[in-house]
């Protein structure tokens, strides 16, 4: 008796438990406004990992298991999010018709990008836009894209190559400086919305991942709404106008898609002077369904961005001239002519397959990518230095004479550059073309040119074990051939430019024709090839109220440099191939996350990363010769972040704790330096260089009533110098003291006392209110304040070596360079702390079946004027140098800062059917 009561409680006690795990919600998503079933809206508990989408019906059926009160959170593409408060028992839910809002404020999400980089004043000072456009649904990443973007700010003061961005899987960070380019698919803005993203060191199924996050951009049609989107755009920003259109077919007899669209944007100059913007974009896609589970797909985007540059400028210049200015153009045949233009144009293709069924998803892909990437300048030899913010030009030169200063040549020259701010562009042609330069050039306009070929190869597959663990696999392979010189682009006048170095009078190249002409490449040339193999995997664990994962990666990275002339100065390793540089590393990273409740969660990730240094880094100057930076190392980096998570119907958030700290970094610089080690321009190369990143991030959403919401966004981190680096500089030439330097021409000054010196990685500290209404009768309006404080200009480590300490004439140390003076000399001192006021809104109407929508922005309401960022010059090389330039207040090498965006707009009009 007592063994079939056992059985039979055991029996009763299986069912139970499979009745439990059958459990499930259901119900019917549809349009509120067009009562239409919604397909592919996605719908999951927070908290959980469990997504089921719905069917071309709206319908779906979600199945659970735990018990308690959770969010379940339905979302749909163009439509808001709704969360849906349920009490999960032990009986299934029906929730029946669940009606979504369409999105009045998809707009600003799809303006997003192009907002941020219009606040880009500079990308090789900021280039990390990237990271802060993965996730407009997180209010903090919002708000760090949206409104401290302005001010340079960095999601964790990461470089955006510690962030991936994958398009349909493929992997887009560039090999040289390991850096998404975000223009070679710009202006795309209609087909780029469709992005997973993963914060952080989350989990991700399909990478790895980078310690800021992953982001993987879906260019599929059926990804996308079908229909046209029309579109219009006005700015005083980086541009003053845009044009955009996008068809995409939908599913033509359930086989087939198709996508186009195509983007102008254009501008005589921007915000800042002489920064004319010029660029298109095409982007077409096909989609064919094989079967019910495999998909085939082809992707071509061709991408062209032209764009006027700008310069940092010293406070001297700034007080003179305003934020505006911008010393890199000038008038030529009435017409702005900017010295230092960047173009890119560098086409992608992409193919790709995918394979999906219940436990099973494959993905293989290629893609192959050409093009241009060219940056102007305008040379000179032996010739007058044509910036018209040369220090021998400005007021500050003759208030820092060792004579004493000259005042009134100081006002002379303040009105001088008052009266001719700008490139005397005339002068140069009459330089150039005057009777004792008989045809050679004084002045030669050139483009240093980068050739770009690769291709990348991915397969990735998801497998699901069982209800409980999943396992993800990955490879990728990419190779890249890259092409790099300098081409004359006009000679200005001149008939041939004489291809010798001014300061050694040697020769850059001996054996070709020392005259060239214009289209002739000069100066150098050499070709940087890569190869990158990586392979991960990685496991998840799902056991209700706790996730875990841990993932594994390797990879096998080698570079080569190859010089195509031989230089004078470098003959015995310039022409040729180098030596191969090979690295192989390993990283492995975990996380768990536990369900508090269906509202409350928290998770903790933590990682152990060995990375290859980027290509830039690898060589001292390759543009000379084959020399590979001594003991180059791989970079190691550690890093956790602990996060709390809050889904409550009117409450929703994050907080975020994270550590990361990056060792054996080394960073090659290019610089001009007048020292007791000599005069001339140099690589500084640093080794073993640490850096240490911690903080919090907080972002809040309070639903205040059903058209007001409420938003406190705060980032409160430091980032810092970790170690003393040693640094090494080498000389080009032959200005450098051949007494003080080895028969490489290098020259090792020790270490660099820069450990607790703060990082040049934007605002430390940044907070952000905000409100928002939304009208019933889909108006909207937004405003957010901002606060932007402990920003740091980047340091001249030269300056902090004991060699900065040596008077060049005795060769013994300055009498007076006391610790209280070159501490007091060397202060690192913060920006000056600012607030911003941001309002954007916009309306949207619904027109038979058709939608009309307007967006607009103001940036900056207040006119405030603020500095984003900047750098310490390394001219003066010594104490004494450096203390005679600062005796008037007023250096003539002071640090150069960049300026922020002034009040500026932005306008957007919208048409979709």
Same mark, same amino acid.
């Given at each position: 008796?007592?063994?079939?009561?056992?059985?039979?409680?055991?029996?009763?006690?299986?069912?139970?438990? %499979?009745?439990?795990?059958?459990?499930?919600?259901?119900?019917?998503?549809?349009?509120?406004?067009?009562?239409?079933?919604?397909?592919?809206? %996605?719908?999951?508990?927070?908290?959980?990992?469990?997504?089921?989408?719905?069917?071309?019906?709206?319908?779906?059926?979600?199945?659970? @298991?735990? #018990?308690?009160?959770?969010?379940?959170?339905?979302?749909?593409?163009?439509?808001?999010?709704?969360?849906?408060?349920?009490?999960l028992e032990e009986k299934n839910i029906d929730l029946g018709d669940v009606l979504l809002q369409r999105d009045i404020t998809i707009e600003k999400s799809i303006n997003l990008v192009t907002i941020t980089d219009d606040e880009l004043l500079d990308d090789e000072v900021n280039s990390n836009a990237l990271a802060l456009l993965q996730s407009t649904k997180d209010i903090f990443l919002n708000r760090a894209a949206f409104d401290f973007g302005q001010a340079f700010f960095r999601v964790r003061g990461y470089d955006s190559q510690y962030g991936e961005v994958h398009l349909n899987g493929l992997p887009m960070n560039k090999m040289y400086d390991g850096r998404p380019q975000w223009n070679n698919w710009g202006g795309l803005n209609d087909v780029i919305r469709n992005q997973q993203y993963t914060n952080g060191l989350s989990a991700s199924d399909f990478t790895f991942g980078g310690i800021l996050g992953n982001t993987n951009i879906d260019l599929r049609p059926t990804g996308l709404r079908p229909g046209t989107r029309l579109s219009s755009s006005i700015s005083n920003r980086t541009y003053s106008g845009r044009l955009m259109a996008t068809y995409n077919s939908g599913l033509n007899n359930e086989k087939f898609a198709f996508i186009l669209s195509a983007s102008r944007r254009w501008a005589k100059q921007g915000y800042i002077e002489g920064t004319l913007y010029d660029s298109y974009a095409i982007y077409g896609s096909a989609e064919y369904l094989l079967n019910d589970k495999s998909t085939l797909s082809a992707t071509a985007i061709v991408a062209s961005n032209r764009r006027g540059r700008s310069s940092a400028i010293t406070e001297e210049v700034f007080e003179i001239q305003g934020n505006r200015y911008n010393p890199y153009w000038g008038v030529q045949n009435d017409k702005i002519r900017n010295s230092r233009e960047r173009h890119i144009r560098e086409p992608l293709f992409l193919l790709n397959y995918q394979y999906e069924s219940k436990k099973l998803q494959i993905k293989a892909g290629l893609a192959y990518q050409t093009g241009i990437y060219k940056r102007s300048r305008l040379g000179y030899f032996n010739a007058p230095n044509p910036d018209p913010t040369y220090y021998r030009y400005l007021p500050s030169?003759?208030?820092?004479?060792?004579?004493?200063?000259?005042?009134?040549? *100081? /006002?002379?020259?303040?009105?001088?550059?008052?009266?001719?701010?700008?490139? &005397?562009?005339?002068?140069?042609?009459?330089?150039? +073309?005057?009777?004792? %330069?008989?045809?050679?050039?004084?002045?030669?306009?050139?483009?240093?040119?980068?050739?770009?070929?690769?291709?990348?190869?991915?397969? +990735?597959?998801?497998?699901?074990?069982?209800?409980?663990?999943?396992?993800?696999?990955?490879?990728?392979?990419?190779?890249?051939? @890259?092409?790099?010189?300098?081409?004359?682009?006009?000679?200005?006048?001149?008939?041939?430019h004489k291809d010798i170095d001014v300061f050694s009078e040697t020769l850059n190249d001996v054996t070709s024709d020392i005259n060239k002409i214009e289209g002739d490449i000069f100066n150098y040339n050499y070709n940087l090839s890569g190869n990158d193999t990586d392979m991960f995997t990685q496991l998840s664990v799902d056991y209700n109220k706790v996730k875990s994962f841990i993932s594994g990666r390797y990879t096998l990275v080698d570079y080569q440099r190859e010089g195509m002339f031989k230089n004078e100065r470098f003959t015995d390793n310039s022409l040729g191939k180098s030596q191969q540089v090979s690295f192989s590393n390993w990283a492995v990273k975990t996380g768990a996350s536990y369900t508090i409740t269906g509202r409350h969660w928290v998770s903790v990730n933590a990682a152990y990363i060995n990375k290859a240094p980027t290509l830039q880094n690898v060589f001292i100057n390759p543009r000379e010769n084959n020399n590979v930076v001594p003991n180059i190392q791989s970079e190691k980096i550690t890093s956790v972040d602990a996060n709390y998570y809050l889904r409550m119907p009117k409450l929703t958030g994050r907080l975020t704790g994270f550590f990361t700290r990056f060792q054996n970094l080394t960073d090659v610089n290019f610089f001009f330096v007048d020292s007791g080690v000599g005069s001339d321009f140099v690589q500084e190369v640093l080794t073993d260089l640490d850096k240490l990143h911690l903080g919090t991030e907080l972002g809040l959403e309070y639903q205040l009533s059903s058209a007001v919401k409420l938003s406190l966004v705060a980032s409160v981190a430091k980032h810092m110098y970790a170690s003393n680096p040693f640094v090494t500089i080498n000389f080009d030439t032959a200005g450098a003291n051949e007494d003080l330097i080895d028969i490489s021409g290098a020259k090792f000054l020790g270490q660099s006392a820069v450990k607790d010196y703060k990082l040049a990685q934007g605002p430390q500290k940044a907070i952000a209110v905000g409100i928002e209404y939304r009208d019933p009768k889909y108006w909207w309006v937004s405003a957010s304040a /901002?606060?932007?404080?402990?920003?740091?200009?980047?340091?001249?480590?030269? +300056?902090?070596?004991?060699?900065? =300490?040596? &008077?060049?004439?005795?060769?013994?140390?300055?009498?007076? *360079?006391?610790?209280?003076?070159?501490?007091?000399?060397?202060?690192?001192?913060? $920006?000056?702390?600012?607030? $911003?006021?941001?309002?954007?809104?916009?309306?949207?109407? =619904?027109?038979?079946?058709?939608?009309?929508?307007?967006?607009?922005?103001?940036?900056?309401?207040?006119?405030?004027?603020?500095?984003?960022?900047?750098?310490?010059?390394? #001219?003066?090389?010594?104490?004494?140098?450096?203390? %005679?330039?600062? $005796?008037?207040? @007023?250096?003539?090498?002071?640090?150069?800062?960049?300026?922020?965006?002034?009040?500026?707009?932005?306008? /957007?009009?919208?048409? @979709?059917?």
């Amino acid at each position: 008796m007592i063994k079939h009561t056992l059985f039979l409680i055991l029996v009763f006690k299986i069912f139970s438990v %499979q009745a439990q795990g059958n459990l499930s919600i259901k119900g019917f998503i549809k349009d509120r406004l067009k009562v239409e079933s919604i397909e592919n809206a %996605q719908v999951t508990l927070e908290g959980e990992n469990d997504v089921v989408n719905t069917d071309e019906f709206g319908g779906f059926i979600l199945n659970f @298991s735990s #018990r308690g009160e959770y969010i379940l959170r339905i979302s749909a593409s163009d439509f808001s999010i709704k969360r849906v408060p349920v009490f999960l028992e032990e009986k299934n839910i029906d929730l029946g018709d669940v009606l979504l809002q369409r999105d009045i404020t998809i707009e600003k999400s799809i303006n997003l990008v192009t907002i941020t980089d219009d606040e880009l004043l500079d990308d090789e000072v900021n280039s990390n836009a990237l990271a802060l456009l993965q996730s407009t649904k997180d209010i903090f990443l919002n708000r760090a894209a949206f409104d401290f973007g302005q001010a340079f700010f960095r999601v964790r003061g990461y470089d955006s190559q510690y962030g991936e961005v994958h398009l349909n899987g493929l992997p887009m960070n560039k090999m040289y400086d390991g850096r998404p380019q975000w223009n070679n698919w710009g202006g795309l803005n209609d087909v780029i919305r469709n992005q997973q993203y993963t914060n952080g060191l989350s989990a991700s199924d399909f990478t790895f991942g980078g310690i800021l996050g992953n982001t993987n951009i879906d260019l599929r049609p059926t990804g996308l709404r079908p229909g046209t989107r029309l579109s219009s755009s006005i700015s005083n920003r980086t541009y003053s106008g845009r044009l955009m259109a996008t068809y995409n077919s939908g599913l033509n007899n359930e086989k087939f898609a198709f996508i186009l669209s195509a983007s102008r944007r254009w501008a005589k100059q921007g915000y800042i002077e002489g920064t004319l913007y010029d660029s298109y974009a095409i982007y077409g896609s096909a989609e064919y369904l094989l079967n019910d589970k495999s998909t085939l797909s082809a992707t071509a985007i061709v991408a062209s961005n032209r764009r006027g540059r700008s310069s940092a400028i010293t406070e001297e210049v700034f007080e003179i001239q305003g934020n505006r200015y911008n010393p890199y153009w000038g008038v030529q045949n009435d017409k702005i002519r900017n010295s230092r233009e960047r173009h890119i144009r560098e086409p992608l293709f992409l193919l790709n397959y995918q394979y999906e069924s219940k436990k099973l998803q494959i993905k293989a892909g290629l893609a192959y990518q050409t093009g241009i990437y060219k940056r102007s300048r305008l040379g000179y030899f032996n010739a007058p230095n044509p910036d018209p913010t040369y220090y021998r030009y400005l007021p500050s030169f003759y208030l820092n004479s060792p004579i004493g200063a000259n005042f009134e040549s *100081a /006002n002379q020259a303040e009105e001088g550059f008052l009266d001719h701010p700008q490139l &005397d562009w005339e002068n140069i042609y009459k330089a150039n +073309t005057s009777g004792g %330069q008989n045809g050679e050039a004084a002045y030669v306009f050139y483009d240093d040119t980068t050739k770009d070929n690769q291709l990348t190869a991915r397969l +990735t597959s998801n497998i699901e074990i069982n209800s409980h663990l999943q396992l993800d696999l990955g490879a990728t392979y990419r190779k890249l051939n @890259s092409k790099n010189y300098a081409q004359i682009e006009d000679l200005l006048g001149a008939e041939y430019h004489k291809d010798i170095d001014v300061f050694s009078e040697t020769l850059n190249d001996v054996t070709s024709d020392i005259n060239k002409i214009e289209g002739d490449i000069f100066n150098y040339n050499y070709n940087l090839s890569g190869n990158d193999t990586d392979m991960f995997t990685q496991l998840s664990v799902d056991y209700n109220k706790v996730k875990s994962f841990i993932s594994g990666r390797y990879t096998l990275v080698d570079y080569q440099r190859e010089g195509m002339f031989k230089n004078e100065r470098f003959t015995d390793n310039s022409l040729g191939k180098s030596q191969q540089v090979s690295f192989s590393n390993w990283a492995v990273k975990t996380g768990a996350s536990y369900t508090i409740t269906g509202r409350h969660w928290v998770s903790v990730n933590a990682a152990y990363i060995n990375k290859a240094p980027t290509l830039q880094n690898v060589f001292i100057n390759p543009r000379e010769n084959n020399n590979v930076v001594p003991n180059i190392q791989s970079e190691k980096i550690t890093s956790v972040d602990a996060n709390y998570y809050l889904r409550m119907p009117k409450l929703t958030g994050r907080l975020t704790g994270f550590f990361t700290r990056f060792q054996n970094l080394t960073d090659v610089n290019f610089f001009f330096v007048d020292s007791g080690v000599g005069s001339d321009f140099v690589q500084e190369v640093l080794t073993d260089l640490d850096k240490l990143h911690l903080g919090t991030e907080l972002g809040l959403e309070y639903q205040l009533s059903s058209a007001v919401k409420l938003s406190l966004v705060a980032s409160v981190a430091k980032h810092m110098y970790a170690s003393n680096p040693f640094v090494t500089i080498n000389f080009d030439t032959a200005g450098a003291n051949e007494d003080l330097i080895d028969i490489s021409g290098a020259k090792f000054l020790g270490q660099s006392a820069v450990k607790d010196y703060k990082l040049a990685q934007g605002p430390q500290k940044a907070i952000a209110v905000g409100i928002e209404y939304r009208d019933p009768k889909y108006w909207w309006v937004s405003a957010s304040a /901002n606060y932007l404080a402990n920003n740091y200009a980047n340091i001249s480590t030269i +300056t902090r070596t004991q060699s900065f =300490l040596i &008077d060049p004439e005795t060769q013994l140390p300055f009498p007076d *360079a006391t610790d209280e003076n070159v501490e007091k000399l060397l202060k690192q001192k913060p $920006l000056d702390n600012f607030y $911003l006021l941001n309002i954007v809104g916009g309306k949207s109407w =619904l027109k038979k079946g058709k939608y009309i929508s307007v967006f607009a922005s103001v940036n900056n309401v207040f006119d405030t004027s603020f500095r984003t960022g900047g750098y310490e010059q390394s #001219r003066n090389g010594n104490y004494g140098q450096l203390k %005679q330039d600062n $005796l008037s207040g @007023s250096p003539s090498f002071a640090p150069k800062y960049w300026y922020g965006f002034g009040r500026s707009y932005f306008l /957007n009009f919208a048409f @979709s059917f």
